[in-house]
């Protein structure tokens, strides 16, 4: 499966900013989805991940509250709604699909495929 993350930008603190993973090659019902993000000088670290049909997430404890996960089958494209923005979300943020995987992986791992990242920037 290929995958094309998009919607990074620069936002002020306290403003929201919607990525969005866009899917080709394979249904997207049939893999798992997550968004992981990586800041300079740190590992790459899980923010969020989704079940094959949408009814399960899971969340770092550092977004839980104002991060989204989403997907739409029908358009084989996952979202992530980052709402109430801090300058300690300012990363490279990159989805990824696990397309062996039943529940949700937290570590890269457990993904097989991966994306390019956007950058989000979020200024004080």
């Known amino acids: 499966v290929q995958l094309q993350a998009s919607g990074g930008g620069l936002v002020q603190a306290g403003g929201s900013l919607r990525l969005s993973c866009a899917a080709s090659?394979?249904?997207?019902?049939?893999?798992?989805m997550g968004w992981f993000r990586q800041a300079p000088g740190k590992e790459r670290e899980f923010v969020a991940g989704i079940s094959r049909s949408g009814d399960s997430t899971y969340y770092a404890d550092s977004v839980k509250g104002r991060f989204t996960i989403s997907r739409d089958n029908a358009k084989n494209t996952a979202y992530l709604q980052m709402n109430s923005l801090k300058p300690e979300d300012s990363a490279v943020y990159s989805c990824a699909a696990a397309t062996y995987a039943w529940t949700i992986p937290s570590k890269p791992a457990g993904y097989n495929s991966w994306g390019q990242g956007t950058l989000v920037t979020v200024s004080s």
């Open positions: 090659g394979r249904t997207s019902s049939n893999y798992v």
